[in-house]
């Protein structure tokens, strides 16, 4: 059965700390992996991951992929208090398009 | 900007009655998703649908539940006879080809 796995589970940091969260997965025909955040209501899309090795970046936040490891990281840097929310990972197997398996998340706290 | 349209924001039903939860998918887009996100949950996926076609309701409880998605208007995710465990935020996404899901802001119901 397809499992995603994302630790820490939780973490506070201090603002202008750098964060990294891990995501690791085990799936039947891998096509891709997405990261999402979640504040109070609509996950919205960050990135997602195709090729290994290949770091994406958007701002402050980054994320690679490693195929062999089956695992991905999402880094933040310079956090501020508005990275405070919940960061979902998700892979989509090749053939159930759309069908997203999601982990649990990393509920990140951002102090002032 | 339109995006991934969801009503109503909050569904308080009774046990036994019906709810119909709504989603307008972001324009361009064809396919929707519907995912139930119980509480201390991850979000799981439901069920998948294009125009007038279910493609994919493997996640769907076999009772109780149906989703539509007709040739004009909104996708309807449907729940009768609700029960107090199908209290839940349910959130739709949307999608063209090849390209990642869009989550709405969910519709959050309460079964009393």
């Known amino acids: 059965e397809d499992k995603v796995v994302q630790s820490p589970l939780s973490l506070v940091v201090h603002e202008g700390d750098t964060v990294t969260l891990n995501c690791s997965y085990e799936?039947?025909?891998?096509?891709?992996l997405l990261w999402y955040k979640q504040e109070k209501k609509a996950p919205t899309f960050l990135f997602m991951l195709?090729?290994?090795?290949i770091e994406k970046k958007s701002g402050r936040l980054s994320s690679i992929l490693d195929k062999k490891e089956l695992s991905s990281i999402l880094n933040i840097t310079a956090t501020q208090t508005g990275d405070s929310a919940i960061y979902l990972c998700?892979?989509?197997?090749?053939?159930?398009?759309?069908?997203?398996?999601f982990g649990a998340g990393t509920q990140v706290v951002v102090t002032p | 900007n339109a995006g991934v349209m969801q009503n109503p924001r909050h569904l308080v039903r009774r046990r036994g009655q019906e709810a119909r939860l709504r989603c307008s998918p972001m324009k361009g887009h064809s396919h929707v998703y519907w995912y139930r996100q119980l509480p201390e949950e991850g979000l799981k996926f439901m069920v998948y649908?294009?125009?007038?076609?279910?493609?994919?309701e493997s996640g769907m409880p076999k009772e109780r539940f149906s989703a539509e998605f007709p040739k004009e208007g909104p996708s309807i995710l449907r729940i009768q006879q609700v029960v107090r465990g199908d209290s839940a935020a349910y959130f739709c996404a949307s999608s063209s080809y090849n390209s990642p899901l869009h989550f709405g802001n969910g519709t959050r119901l309460t079964v009393t």
């Open positions: 195709t090729s290994s090795g």
């Open positions: 799936v039947t025909n891998f096509r891709s």
């Open positions: 998700a892979v989509e197997a090749t053939d159930s398009w759309g069908k997203l398996q």
């Open positions: 649908l294009q125009k007038e076609n279910i493609i994919d």
